[in-house]
């Protein structure tokens, strides 16, 4: 149970009423304008992420992917579907079973922060990473 935590905090992980929220470095995994792309190079949290669900074969992974407010609601819904998939794609690569991974876009239903400014639809456009038991 201690290296289920570690790993945990290790993540930066949130407890929430829908599970284990792992918010994923901004820095590494910011999504551009319109895009589902991946950013190139290394992602080091969806490296640990794959490790945890290595050691915790029960636990499963909800991603939800995010827009900012620009464009259509049905742009954004199918954008961030593809955010989602995207990082759920990312991690079977990197050995997590496809069946304990579901990946589910909100579009921009759900902001963290203003969609007023540029830092704010920056922000807004992202991945969590629920960890489910």
Known sequence: MRELEAGFAALNGTYTDRGLLLRLA?????FLPGQATLPAGDLQSLD?????MDKETKL????????????SDELNLDLSQQRAQAVQQALTERGVAADRI???GIGSARPIATNATAEGRSKNRRVEV???D
């Open 102 to 104: 579901k990946a589910e």
């Open 48 to 52: 640990r992420i794959a490790d945890l």
């Open 26 to 30: 901004e820095s590494e995994l910011r």
């Open 130 to 132: 629920y960890i489910i």
């Open 60 to 71: 499963s992974i909800r991603i939800e992917g995010h827009t900012d407010s620009v464009g």
